[in-house]
């Protein structure tokens, strides 16, 4: 780190504290040359999580929209808020820890219904009828048979 009065590439860190519930690190340093002391914050980098939609467009990746999705889905269902928070975070938890930048509509989906499957299949059967885009009741029937 360079030192702010002198320039000085070398410093000791001489107290560090967790600032923001973890989200950053105040530290403390103080200058090998000039015994100058300054502060540094370090905060983590987050990437921002994209979403490649079925037509390529790309748009930010938006919690807000994913919970509307299932709180429509199990509109009227007895399933908790916390529940559907938890849902909400395993999904995005999951984007992020990908490791890519960009998932894609398809991706996200396919979780989505997962976890609706295993919470409650009328949920599931309406996320699914949107998601993909039953023409029919003939097709709405086999999704049905397979559960």
Do not use: W
């Not at 090998?32 to 079925?54: A, D, H, M, N, Q």
């Not at 938890?93 to 890519?100: D, N």
């Amino acid at each position: 780190m360079k030192c702010p009065y002198c320039e000085h590439q070398e410093d000791r860190v001489i107290d560090s504290r967790s600032k923001h519930d973890g989200a950053s690190i105040r530290r403390r340093r103080e200058c090998l040359k000039c015994g100058k002391r300054f502060t540094t914050y370090e905060y983590i980098e987050v990437t921002p999580l994209v979403v490649v939609k079925t037509d390529n467009r790309s748009e930010p990746f938006e919690r807000g929209k994913l919970k509307r999705g299932i709180v429509t889905a199990l509109a009227k269902r007895p399933v908790s808020p916390e529940a559907i928070e938890k849902i909400v975070s395993d999904i995005e938890e999951q984007c992020h820890e990908s490791g890519r930048q960009q998932v894609t509509s398809q991706a996200i989906g396919a979780m989505v219904m997962k976890a609706l499957k295993s919470v409650d299949e009328v949920a599931y059967i309406r996320f699914a009828s949107v998601y993909r885009r039953f023409e029919d009741a003939g097709e709405f029937r086999k999704e049905l048979d397979r559960m």
